[in-house]
């Protein structure tokens, strides 16, 4: 099981780990920036983490 972590401070709601994200774990939130939602579905393959330019994302096993 993985903890996934936004820091929306930084987050510019650019959509790429929603692109990415294999199994869907994120969508794009009312306040225009990333939510993973479905954060229980992750699988720690950290494709969010490097495809985020900002740097926003934290994927940590549990």
Same mark, same amino acid.
């Given at each position: 099981m993985?903890? =996934?972590? =936004?820091?929306?401070?930084?987050?510019?709601?650019?959509? &790429?780990?929603?692109?990415?994200?294999?199994v869907? =774990?994120y969508?794009?939130? &009312?306040?225009?920036?990333?939510?993973?939602?479905?954060?229980?579905?992750?699988?720690?393959?950290?494709?969010?983490?490097?495809?985020?330019?900002?740097?926003?994302?934290?994927?940590?096993?549990?």
């Amino acid at each position: 099981m993985f903890l =996934v972590n =936004v820091n929306f401070d930084c987050c510019t709601g650019c959509g &790429e780990c929603v692109n990415i994200c294999p199994v869907g =774990v994120y969508q794009m939130g &009312e306040n225009g920036k990333t939510d993973p939602y479905q954060a229980g579905e992750c699988v720690g393959c950290m494709s969010c983490v490097e495809v985020c330019p900002d740097k926003c994302i934290e994927v940590r096993e549990m």
